[in-house]
Each structure stands twice: as C-alpha cells, then as structure tokens.
C-alpha cells in the first residue's frame, strides 16, 4: 500500500466531512451528553462520523476504524482509521470557528498519515511520516522560541470538575512562567497551531487517540517533540508539545505540578 494513496482518501474525506458540517450545520441543533453535563455530541458529529467511515471503508472496505461517537470495527488490511469528526464541538454548538476534523491512518499500529481540516478558516493540515507536514499544501514548521518566559503555550481542560479544578491549579502555577496561555477548545487545533509556529507549545491531559493520532503526527512532522512526562509516550496521561528549543523547559515547569493526575 502507498501512504499517497492513503493522504488521497484521507484528504477527500476530511473536506467532505468539513464541508457538510460547514453547510449544513442546522439553526438550532441537538446534542445529546455523554460522561458529564459539559461534554456533549450533535446530531452534526454523528453525521460526519457516518460520512467518514462510509467513505473510508467504501473505498478501502477491510480496513479498521476507531471513531470517537461510533466505536471501533475490526479489519484484516493492516490499516486503521482513527477518527475525529468534530474535535471541538462545544465551539461547534455555540458557533465559534475552533472545530476541527480528524482524519489518521495507521498501518501495522503505527500513525502514518494525519489530516485535520479547519473548516471555518478553510486550512487543510497534512502530515506523513517521514515526508513533512503542511498547511493548504505550504510545508510548515515550528518556531524557535528561545526563552520559555516568552512563550505563548496552549492547553485545555477536561469536561470533570475534579479534572479541571486540578487543571486550573497547574494553569495558575504556569501562567507567571510564560508569555501568556491560550485556551482554544480544540486539542487538534492547538497541536497544529504548534506545528505552523502559532502557538510554541502545549499541554493537556485527558487526550483520546482520536483527538491526538492526526494532529500529533503534523506537530511531529513539523518538527515538534511530542511526548508525555519523563520520557512516557504522550496520551491520555498527558502531553506536551513544542519544539526541542523549548520542549525541554516547558517539561521540567510541568514536572513538579504533576499535571498528570486528577
């Protein structure tokens, strides 16, 4: 199998995905809560998933899928298709522009091509192993902050009270040690925004494979450290990225806030 043919579909699907939820967002739409009050999934999201899967699978019908409303289905290709179709629905429901959707193929257990589409700023993200990453076709790369005082990072926080008080306390601690943070309300977004140089680095706990697959990967093929605490592979646990100028303070700041736990 060739990773071009793999970018291709993931590609196509992504823009299909962005477009219908682009156009054809209702006035007033219905969401449903899932692990608390505040984490919520539209009729919008599940539409995009089905679009996704019907087109992936259409065309490539032995491969796997991991979708983040939809579960996971088996497959005998090799190929996995982890799936994001609203990362940021919050932002979505209120009509905010910071929604994203997630398109990763991993082959064999390993991410391989990673796609997110931007749809309200009509941004295209693409990254493949070991051949760059970029933005509407443009390679793109990390900045090269020198200092971590003068750093702008991005995080976001969890949708349990417990979590977030705990997230709060760590952004309370960081906030003197930086530039200033952001707080976008999409992880994928925050991940590419690193990997073009709009942001020089980010944290967060709580991620799911459907939210870090994709935009982890162009953070990484942008030249991006992607990791968790103490040299631990970035997860759900936590993860950190920026670029090596950097990455290595923003770690150590972390470290003693055990930003990992609650």
């Known amino acids: 199998m060739k990773l071009a043919d793999l970018r291709e579909l993931a590609e196509a699907g992504a823009r299909s995905a962005g477009e219908l939820l682009l156009g054809g967002r209702p006035e007033t739409l219905t969401f449903e809560t899932k692990t608390t009050p505040t984490d919520v999934v539209t009729e919008m999201d599940k539409a995009a998933e089905r679009l996704l899967v019907e087109h992936l699978l259409g065309a490539r019908p032995d491969d796997a899928v991991l979708a983040e409303e939809g579960g996971a289905t088996q497959g005998t290709s090799g190929v996995r298709w982890v799936l994001d179709p609203i990362d940021g629905t919050v932002n ?52 090269e902050p020198t200092e971590l005082a003068q750093a702008l990072i991005g995080t976001g926080f969890g949708y349990a009270v417990d979590r977030r008080t705990t997230q709060v306390a760590v952004l309370t601690s960081m906030l003197p040690q930086v530039r200033d943070i952001r707080r976008m309300g999409s992880a994928a977004l925050d991940l590419c925004a690193v990997a073009a140089g709009r942001l020089d680095g980010y944290y967060e706990r709580g991620l799911q494979p459907w939210d870090l697959a994709a935009a982890g990967l162009i953070a990484q093929e942008a030249g991006a450290v992607v990791a968790g605490l103490h040299g631990a592979p970035a997860g759900e646990d936590l993860v950190i990225a920026a670029p090596p100028t950097i990455f290595e303070a923003l770690h150590d700041a972390l470290a003693p806030l055990k930003p990992n736990e609650g």
Not at 110 to 138: F, I, Q, S
């Open 92 to 143: 979505y429901l209120y009509g905010l522009p910071g929604w994203a959707v997630c398109v990763a193929a991993e082959v064999d257990g390993v991410v391989e091509v990673g796609v997110v589409a931007h749809p309200a700023m009509d941004e295209l993200y693409v990254g493949v192993r070991g051949e760059g990453a970029w933005c509407n076709g443009v390679p793109i790369a990390v900045g």
